[in-house]
Every structure is written in structure tokens, then in C-alpha cells.
């Protein structure tokens, strides 16, 4: 038996949503084009592929309005099964976008008793994603935005968001649940302006929580895409600030709507930096995948694998490419000048700022400096198309 070395194992920490195995092809123009799974029947199909967990919404495996009862059942048999098949439940997240009650928001709706109605449904989601052990708790503020601008006064609607999710903290540390919260940012759609766009944005709103130490972000490949901005700047900044706690990868078009592509289907180049990205730093979360089989497919299968795969074979790329001699001796061209002023700038004191105004630099050598840049980009070229 020859083996495969992109074989999946449990220790790739790759998981899915069930929301991405259940979809049955639906779009805005037309009907479902397959069944919708069962939840056994995703997870089965999951543990069968060597997936380490999943990540779902309270509605993906308890019935929205069931009774106390009905959600017991639901869960018991849904802990067996994971037992069962060896399969974690990684992430969980609050479904605060498909009812109708959530049509001009959820957080940030202007009705009070919609907001409370909200943080009542993600409160009973957190006493699910503590059964189940779920670490990671995503918001996505798929309804949080608006189309009429005169409708809602963006800092008020700041301030009820941030309300909330203050509260949310609290039930967690008051219930000493070991859950962090992740917020997911995305431009538009389903709204035509969605609040907290992007990574940064994200970041400068924890900044104003009163737990910010609780929070980060889960940022999702096709949603910086879809804002048409750089994937890898993107996550590094989330990265950067330890706030990066889970992602969701697949892949998209720039700038248009939410396709939510297979990862690595649309660019390559992209998907290998994200991957380097996680692999050189050591990102130590959950590989993610959030994305939809082809409306064309009749079962989710062969998208679950081509995630995993591509995945495995971009982290086999990533390696090349640090082993690679040419492309390691042009980094160390690029980045090994001036050894002597690596730590000038350092730390501010004093007696390194007088050192600072008393250094000469010679403008023309500096700028007169190569950079190889044609070559090193031919050489991922070159990786990523197996001939390097
Ligand atoms: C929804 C959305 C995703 C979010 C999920 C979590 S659900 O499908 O498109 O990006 O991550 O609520
Ligand atoms: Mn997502």
C-alpha cells in the first residue's frame, strides 16, 4: 500500500461547520439542488475522513422554540455520537441571523426587546457549547448592519453591540465556563453595510470591551476577499495582536458576493501565504474550513476532501519553500543589511536618540540597493507548480 503523505490525520485539527455539509444549494435565484444531511450523517462522514471536530450553530443541532426536553435529547444523543466516532465539537456560534425576529439586526436591532431576546439565545448557545466543550464562541453579525443609514446612528448601534457582548462575558465568567469569544468580521451581505468589516476594525472594537482579554477575532478568507484586501495582511493582523483564535478558510472572487469557494480553488498564491502564515507562527487553533460544496454536487464529500487536501499540500509547499536554497539566500540578501543598525531604533531612550541624529546615512547606497523581487516571486511561481 503506497501511502499517501497528504493523508488526513486527527492531528491537523481540520474541522468543518455542519451549516457547510448540510447546505443544500440554495442561492437568492433558485432552489435546493441535494438533500440536506442529518447531523449523524455529516459527522459520520467527518470522523470517516479523519476531521478532528466541527463547529455548528445552536439551530444546526437543536430546533429553534424546542422544548427544554427536546434540546436534552438532542444534545445526549449528539455527545454519544461524538464519543462514538472520536469527533470534537471546536467552536460554537449563536444562529442570530435566520429568523425573521432578526431582520434589522439581532445586537443591534433598534427594538430593546430584540436585543435581549438575542442575548437570551446566545446565553442557552454558550450552556450547549460548555456541554458540549466547545472552547471557541464565534459571532458573526450576519444581520448587524443596515441598508437605510438614516435608520440607526452607528455609534448608538456600537454601543448595543458592545452591550451586549459585555453582558455575554459576564454570564461566561459567572458560569466559569472555559469559552473565549471570537467575533468574524465580513463587509456586506447579507446587509448592504455590515458592522465591523474587517479585522481591524475588530480589534479596535475589543479594545473598547470591558474583557477584552476574552475576545478575539476568526477571520474568514472570502470576507477579506470580498472587502478586496490582502488575505495574508489580514489574518497576520489578527495573529499579531494573539487574537487570532480560530479561522475560517475557503476562497472567493474579489469584490463580489459571498461565493464562499472551496480554500484554494480561486487563488493559489493567496491560500499559500495563508497557510505559511499559520505554519511559520505557529497558529496553534483549529484549521477551519467555512465554505459550500458546488451547488452541482450531490453530496458534500469530495469538497470536505479537497479542503483538507489542499490544505496538506500547501503546508508541504510552505516547507519547500523554507528549504528552498535560492529563495532562503535572496531572504537573507534582502533582509541581512546593516546588521550594525538592526537595534537603533530598539527602544526609545535618551542616549538612543542622540546615537540616531549622530548616525550618517548614505542615501544613495541605500537606495541604490537590489532587490530581487522578480525572482523571488518566480520562485513561488515555481514552487507552487511543482517545478521549482
Ligand atoms: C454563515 C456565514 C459564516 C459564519 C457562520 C457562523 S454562518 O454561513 O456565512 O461566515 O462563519 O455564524
Ligand atoms: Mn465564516
Given at each position: 500500500m503506497s501511502a499517501d503523505r497528504f493523508a488526513v490525520k486527527k492531528e491537523d485539527r481540520f474541522v468543518f461547520g455542519i451549516w457547510c455539509l448540510q447546505n443544500?444549494?440554495?442561492d437568492p435565484f433558485g432552489d435546493q439542488t441535494r438533500p440536506e444531511l442529518s447531523v449523524t450523517e455529516c459527522l459520520k462522514g467527518l470522523a470517516q475522513r479523519n476531521a478532528y471536530g466541527f463547529e455548528f450553530h445552536d439551530n444546526d443541532i437543536v430546533p429553534f422554540g424546542c422544548s427544554a426536553a427536546e434540546r436534552d435529547r438532542h444534545i445526549r444523543e449528539i455527545k454519544k455520537l461524538m464519543a462514538d466516532l472520536n469527533i470534537k465539537a471546536t467552536m460554537a456560534t449563536t444562529?442570530?441571523?435566520?429568523?425573521?425576529?432578526?431582520?434589522?439586526?439581532?445586537?443591534?436591532?433598534?427594538d430593546p426587546a430584540i436585543r435581549a431576546f438575542a442575548v437570551q439565545k446566545v446565553m442557552n448557545c454558550l450552556d450547549i457549547a460548555h456541554e458540549m466543550e466547545a472552547k471557541v464562541f464565534v459571532f458573526?453579525?450576519?444581520?448587524?448592519?443596515?441598508?437605510?443609514?438614516?435608520?440607526?446612528?452607528p455609534i448608538e448601534a456600537a454601543k448595543w453591540f458592545r452591550e451586549a457582548l459585555n453582558f455575554l462575558c459576564e454570564y461566561v465568567l459567572d458560569r466559569d465556563y472555559d469559552i473565549k469569544f471570537a467575533l468574524e468580521p465580513k463587509p456586506n451581505e447579507p446587509r448592504g453595510d455590515l458592522y465591523l468589516p474587517t479585522v481591524g476594525s475588530i480589534l479596535a472594537f475589543i479594545a473598547?470591551?470591558?474583557?477584552?482579554?476574552m475576545c478575539g477575532v476568526n477571520p474568514e478568507v472570502a470576507h477579506v476577499k470580498m472587502s478586496g484586501l490582502n488575505v495574508y495582511h489580514e489574518f497576520a493582523q489578527a495573529l499579531d495582536a494573539g487574537k487570532l483564535l480560530d479561522v475560517h478558510l475557503n476562497d472567493q472572487k474579489p469584490?463580489?458576493?459571498?461565493?464562499?469557494?472551496?480554500?484554494?480553488?480561486?487563488?493559489l498564491k493567496d491560500a499559500f501565504f495563508l497557510a505559511k502564515l499559520l505554519e511559520d507562527h505557529r497558529y496553534e487553533g483549529t484549521i477551519g474550513f467555512d465554505a459550500h460544496p458546488y451547488?452541482?454536487?450531490?453530496?458534500?464529500w469530495d469538497f470536505v476532501e479537497r479542503n483538507m487536501r489542499n490544505y496538506k499540500i500547501l503546508k508541504a509547499k510552505v516547507q519547500q519553500f523554507n528549504e528552498n536554497k535560492e529563495i532562503q539566500q535572496l531572504l537573507a540578501e534582502i533582509h541581512g543589511v546593516n546588521p550594525d543598525l538592526r537595534?537603533?531604533?530598539g527602544r526609545y531612550s535618551k542616549e538612543q536618540a542622540d546615537k540616531l541624529r549622530q548616525t550618517a546615512f548614505d542615501v544613495d547606497r541605500l537606495t541604490a540597493r537590489r532587490l530581487p523581487y522578480e525572482r523571488l516571486d518566480q520562485l513561488v511561481t515555481e514552487v507552487l507548480l511543482g517545478v521549482a
Open positions: 443544500r444549494g440554495r444562529n442570530l441571523f435566520y429568523h425573521p425576529i432578526f431582520k434589522d439586526g439581532a445586537f443591534t436591532s433598534t458573526w453579525g450576519g444581520r448587524e448592519g443596515t441598508e437605510v443609514d438614516a435608520s440607526k446612528d473598547t470591551l470591558d474583557h477584552p482579554e469584490l463580489r458576493f459571498d461565493q464562499d469557494l472551496s480554500f484554494a480553488s480561486d487563488n451547488r452541482s454536487e450531490a453530496d458534500p537595534t537603533i531604533l
